[in-house]
């Protein structure tokens, strides 16, 4: 009995599903962070935040090391150990933050905790504002023929991960711009909850407009 070989739409799937669950976890991240501005018990609204985009963090490393892993073999190449350096810092950097914001929630030091998380984040996202790139340039290399028939949309496509490239990096630096001056004594509940928003509305933002463009790319 043949296999059928796998559709486009079934081997982009998983980055479709990992930019969607990015998307879900920075609007959870965002509504509680907003929560907090609002003064709505701004602890526990900064904690738990955390914890959902350290979340957030460790299921977007994995769908990318999935994905990566995937592109790899459709493709026949080795995959360049940077992309998993950097997975691995992200995972570990989710993991973190998990913990931080747990500790947090049980009252220790959550002065410390929590910028300490924040600025681990930013450093996260710009070490993941590469990845995306990456991932569709090995994608394009995997499927020549797909690339020549839907020039536009893949023109598109990369468009949109250089775009998210972009704004990964610059909320990763604001990020830790505002979780040092935290650490430095500003230590105003509302810098956080800015980095923390500004955080989860780029996980909107790059997840939700990756797998749009990615969808719409792959339609008959």
């Known amino acids: ?12 799937a998983p980055a479709a599903v ?27 609204m900064i904690a738990a935040a955390t914890i959902v985009f350290g979340v957030a963090l460790l299921l977007q490393g994995g769908a990318c090391m999935a994905e990566f892993t ?14 998993g350096g950097n997975l691995a810092a992200i995972l570990l950097v989710g993991a973190a933050g998990v913990v931080l914001g747990i500790l947090s929630l049980l009252g220790i030091d ?6 300490s998380a924040v600025i681990a984040f930013g450093v996260a996202m710009i070490l993941g504002s590469s990845l995306l790139p990456q991932l569709h340039a090995m994608r394009q290399a995997a499927q020549p023929g797909l690339q020549r028939r839907l020039a536009g949309s893949e023109i598109f496509v ?11 990096s610059l909320a990763g630096l604001a990020a830790i711009v505002l979780g040092i001056l935290v650490l430095a004594g500003l230590n105003h509940p509302a810098l956080i909850l800015v980095a923390l928003l500004e955080l989860g509305a780029t996980l909107v933002i790059t997840g939700g407009a990756l797998t749009a463009a990615i969808l719409g790319a792959m339609q008959p």
């Open 18 to 44: 990992g930019g969607l669950v990015d998307a879900i976890g920075g609007v959870a991240t965002a509504i509680l962070a907003i929560c907090g501005l609002v003064n709505i018990n701004p602890p526990v």
């Open 158 to 168: 990369s468009q949109i991960a250089s775009g998210s490239a972009v704004g990964q």
């Open 1 to 12: 009995m043949s296999i059928a070989p796998e559709t486009p739409m079934r081997q982009n």
């Open 110 to 115: 959550a002065n410390v905790m929590i910028p």
């Open 70 to 83: 995937q592109a790899a073999r459709t493709s026949g190449r080795v995959v360049d150990m940077e992309p």
